[in-house]
């Protein structure tokens, strides 16, 4: 055995564990009984411990100065293990434990601080978490920028220099669209109860005809939808709410977008560092692009139209032109997971401002709520009413997720790029949407992104799926000016 | 840290990532998709690794040498390591490396065979497995007899000559009782529909009633009815069939049995060696106890019948004594998990016999067949028809489980010891029961020996439980005679 085969041996072990890990944490959202909470927090901690172990052996670091990559594909493992390997070896072993420890505690205190609206009860432990944060980052920085060491984590390539240009794109052109199309009439809000046994029933139909795979995964219900797992076995979650069809239909599209990457990956990956979505971005490009430029178009509404009339009789939405200005309704919200295709960035810019700030130390953590109510209040233009509609509304600052929010807006920015070179590919596109097929589309989709899994850079990724064009939010704006200009 | 404390620290862990081994075999028969098969057997492939990694780790050698157990409860967690420990490092890795992957495939074949009808084509696989068993076992042994070493995988201080004595207690008389039964008029099979869903509703009901606890365990459908983990997560399958409701209800309440013995150990002793059940005779005393002399008892039958009839109307029987008489019918069979309490260890016995032949060499592969079916002839007096009902019926050999069946009889044994001691403390039971309530039934058992888990050797768990009386199959046998001489 060479030191490549011995590294990749010991690296598709490592994989596998990584997948019984996102399998617990599957489990522990849809089927474990309440009472297992204790020990499985026991059993995760164990595993993370096996992780860790094997992402900072020291055998890693001598089988890399010896490998030779028999090819390209080749090459691209090893990039990406060398990644992971000076990643894991900066953080000591410590630290990454204090670490672990906190999030997976302050979560709870979070979830507790938001279901009291009590700001005060989550701030001592966000203090620590930002703290210890702060450190992972100078650790990982190695003199360089703390922010932009932490973004990697999310988005390998990505600076927020960069990022802040994009925003700074969005920023204007969203706000103007979104009051212009808010000073128009909006439709009425749906006024029938959808029976819920009969959203999951068209939402498995849904799941199906955006090619995901149930052979390969299933679809549960869960408090939060999402997606788990990678290579065989890749399944997704969704929601039902009798007022609301659209949560459990989009979220079931959504997720079948990160599902339908990770499924349709090359088979000759499995189990390997390019076995997996290459980054947070790319996988919100597909999840965005199934949901909104597939979903939400013109011609798949009208064809959706005719099935939920079929499934649940008359609803109270008089014709398929009704339907699809209901589906892609503006309104005032505080809820970014429930924000529309126009005002989801704005949302996520406030975070990434606010986050920067708190890592950056020019904003303390006790001044982060009302840092959240003046800047949303600048951005939206009325007031925050709680905190669990503010500044508690996110899971993601309690575990240390800083560097994470942009890459929602990146996954929106490169699906306009998709989208426009798609459509280039695709002349046709609308007339099968209409028909409720998108399998050209995903079939495209799969051909020039999904199934390269981590071989090329997450920018790369995109622009070699785009004839070789650099990723710009242009294309993103001109896609929703011109969607949005004819409501 | 002490070194005991060290160790323990140590074990936790692997306890903890045994549960997690344990919970994917539970996905994998209830949840997973099925074209996940190739990556799941690479996952547990991984973390049995990281398990046998654990399990010989040199430390442990060196911690067991410092070691002062703080009390009792100390030395018995001791003593479990120190069997664990001396267990593994006798099995050369390479040959354990070896057997995990015979045995992982040939449960395949065995599969397949089965289906075929073809005992020719699971025969060399078979050898094979026999063969490296008995390597196994004679490095286990080292010098001492190899099929009493293999037996200590199952049942530690069980050997060959004991369940060879006892058998040969139960042999004539079982086979008389189940003559003279035999002789006599039978029930009539049931000849219903059983809607499935209000099985499964009858089964949950059922499950609650033994004891089971919904916050620290699930009930799903599962091809072969099993229960899995540990402490604070006990999970239980069962299936349905439309035509044999009994099916149904008496795997529940045999599953139960285990499930409710990992449930009730003291929760001082959550992830560590005596935080599981301390035998697979122990365990199947448990279940047998909840599904025989509980489940199939007189006045609980009544109870059901009533129970049944709310549930599916009348199914045509027409009294409770009827009822009573119908679920403990006897009946030629040719499956081991099919036969009535009278029959089931004269099956369990064929195998006993069979496997020490096999594994000492008296009996060669190639004439195993030819074994089973003449014994078959002479134990229960008509001919096997096929494979699937003879020799290719039970998983076990397939996965190098030689030693395991024993512990079936060794279970009924200590649960006809466990319910005279029951039945003596508690005069009311049958009162209890007739009203479908076995709660004081449930808790004696949980104080008498689930809660102890693994403190006490099996043999001495069920002294300790029967006030000192060693166990003895003539409490058994008194008990089916009573039984079963009533009808």
Chains 1, 2 share one sequence.
Not at 373 to 391: C, I, M, Q
Not at 397 to 419: D, E, I, K
Not at 422 to 432: F, H, Q, V, W, Y
Not at 468 to 481: A, F, I, K, W
Request: with cysteine.
């Amino acid at each position: 055995m060479s030191a490549y085969d011995d590294l990749m041996a010991f690296q598709k072990e490592t994989e596998a564990l990584g997948q019984v890990m996102g399998r617990l944490g599957w489990d522990q959202e849809t089927m474990m009984p309440r009472g297992a909470a204790p020990q499985r927090a026991e059993e995760m901690a164990a595993l993370e411990g096996v992780l860790h172990a094997r992402r900072t052996d020291p055998r890693i670091g001598d089988w890399l100065s010896e490998a030779h990559a028999p090819d390209e594909v080749g090459k691209a493992q090893l990039r990406l293990i060398t990644r992971s390997y000076e990643r894991a070896s900066k953080v000591p072993a410590d630290l990454a434990q204090r670490l672990a420890k906190l999030t997976s505690a302050s979560q709870g205190i979070w979830a507790e601080a938001r279901a009291d609206e009590d700001v005060a009860a989550f701030l001592p432990t966000l203090k620590e978490v930002v703290a210890l944060k702060r450190e992972e980052g100078a650790a990982l920085a190695a003199g360089g920028d703390v922010y932009d060491a932490m973004l990697q984590d999310y988005e390998p390539g990505a600076s927020a220099e960069s990022l802040s240009a994009m925003f700074a794109a969005l920023r204007p052109r969203l706000t103007t669209l979104r009051d212009e199309v808010m000073a128009s009439e909006q439709p009425a809000d749906l006024d029938f109860d959808f029976d819920e046994g009969k959203q999951m029933k068209l939402t498995r139909k849904l799941a199906k005809a955006f090619g995901y795979d149930m052979s390969h995964g299933r679809v549960d219900k869960a408090v939060h939808p999402f997606s788990s797992g990678s290579g065989q076995d890749v399944r997704i979650t969704t929601r039902t709410s009798p007022r609301d069809p659209f949560n459990c239909l989009y979220s079931t599209v959504h997720e079948v977008g990160h599902a339908c990457y990770e499924q349709g990956i090359s088979k000759e990956y499995l189990l390997t560092p390019l076995g997996n979505g290459v980054s947070m971005g790319v996988h919100e490009s597909q999840s965005r692009i199934y949901e909104n430029q597939l979903g939400r178009s013109k011609p798949f509404c009208g064809w959706l139209y005719g099935q939920m009339r079929d499934t649940f009789g008359d609803f109270g939405v008089a014709d398929e032109d009704a339907f699809y200005r209901t589906v892609n309704k503006l309104r005032q919200g505080f809820i970014r997971t429930e924000a529309d295709e126009v005002q989801y960035n704005l949302h996520v810019l406030l975070r990434f401002d606010l986050e920067r700030a708190l890592i950056s130390g020019d904003l303390a953590v006790d001044d982060l709520e009302a840092a959240w109510n003046d800047r949303f209040a600048s951005d939206f233009d009325f007031e925050v009413d709680k905190p669990s509609n503010g500044v508690l509304q996110d899971v993601h600052w309690s575990v240390g997720l800083f560097g994470y929010f942009a890459t929602y807006s990146l996954g929106n920015v490169y699906a306009g790029c998709l989208n426009e070179a798609m459509r280039a590919d695709l002349p046709n596109l609308d007339e099968a949407l209409a028909q409720g097929d998108p399998t050209s589309a995903t079939e495209w989709l799969n051909e020039a992104l999904q199934r390269h899994g981590g071989l090329r850079e997450p920018r790369a990724t995109i622009a070699h799926a785009c004839s070789g064009v650099d990723p710009s939010e242009e294309r993103l704006l001109m896609y929703l000016e011109d969607k949005f200009s004819k409501f």
